[in-house]
């Protein structure tokens, strides 16, 4: 029961900004948005995370539609080393506020 | 910037044979999960360990599987009686609180042959 829908894969050209969306209707006044990436043969790394206002952290900028339906993920100037798979996770107070992975987003950053 | 270090970074095993995978939690943090990975697939939630119990576990951590605190810095997961389906990477974590960001380590890649 997937609570956010994301684009399976998207392409980027190194130092061009990307933007990745996110769909999460049925988010609730209490529940946050976060994002993760998974580089290859690593872990999962903490991007940012937001609950009602956009944040900017050194990594990314998270951009939250005023009805908080949905979320854009913004990397500024894509790098190489920023080909990963994008994950943006709902958590939610009624679920404890549990981080559940889904598929993410696979991004390919070209030369 | 701190880490999480797991250990060991491979692991091959027998099937039916116990299994004890090893983590470092971030110093100052008091939130500890253990999550795993089947080659291809998702990363599956496992459980959570806040104030030396376990605070949620998933369908997936059943009576084969228990977690520790045994010294107040290693944070370990033991498979009693490893299966086939048990291969997969083991990634640790922690956090300072729950609603921030997790930390992860670099993962335990778990082969039970």
């Known amino acids: 029961d997937a609570k956010t829908t994301q684009p399976n894969s998207m392409e980027s050209n190194e130092e061009e900004p990307v933007h990745l969306p996110c769909n999460h209707s049925?988010?609730?006044?209490?529940?946050?948005i976060h994002w993760y990436r998974q580089l290859p043969s690593q872990g999962p790394e903490y991007v940012i995370h937001g609950l009602t206002s956009n944040v900017n952290n050194r990594m990314a900028s998270l951009a939250i539609a005023e009805d908080r339906k949905s979320s854009t993920l913004i990397l500024h100037r894509a790098t190489l080393r920023d080909a990963a798979v994008y994950y943006c996770i709902l958590r939610e107070r009624s679920n404890d506020y549990k981080l559940s992975f889904g598929a993410g987003t696979t991004v390919t950053v070209r030369a | 910037e701190p880490e999480v270090t797991q250990t060991p970074s491979h692991q091959v095993t027998q099937m039916g044979q116990e299994v004890i995978l090893r983590c470092v939690p971030i110093?100052?943090?008091?939130?500890f999960y253990w999550y795993r990975q089947i080659l291809g697939q998702k990363v599956e939630f496992l459980v959570s360990?806040?104030?030396?119990?376990?605070?949620?576990k998933s369908e997936i951590f059943d009576d084969q599987f228990s977690v520790e605190r045994p010294d107040g810095s290693n944070f370990t997961l033991k498979i009693r009686s490893t299966k086939l389906e048990d291969s997969a990477m083991y990634f640790c974590a922690s956090s300072v609180e729950n609603l921030r960001g997790y930390t992860f380590g670099s993962g335990t890649r778990l082969t039970v042959v």
């Open positions: 360990f806040y104030n030396n119990e376990i605070s949620e």
């Open positions: 110093s100052n943090h008091l939130y």
């Open positions: 049925t988010i609730s006044g209490t529940d946050y």
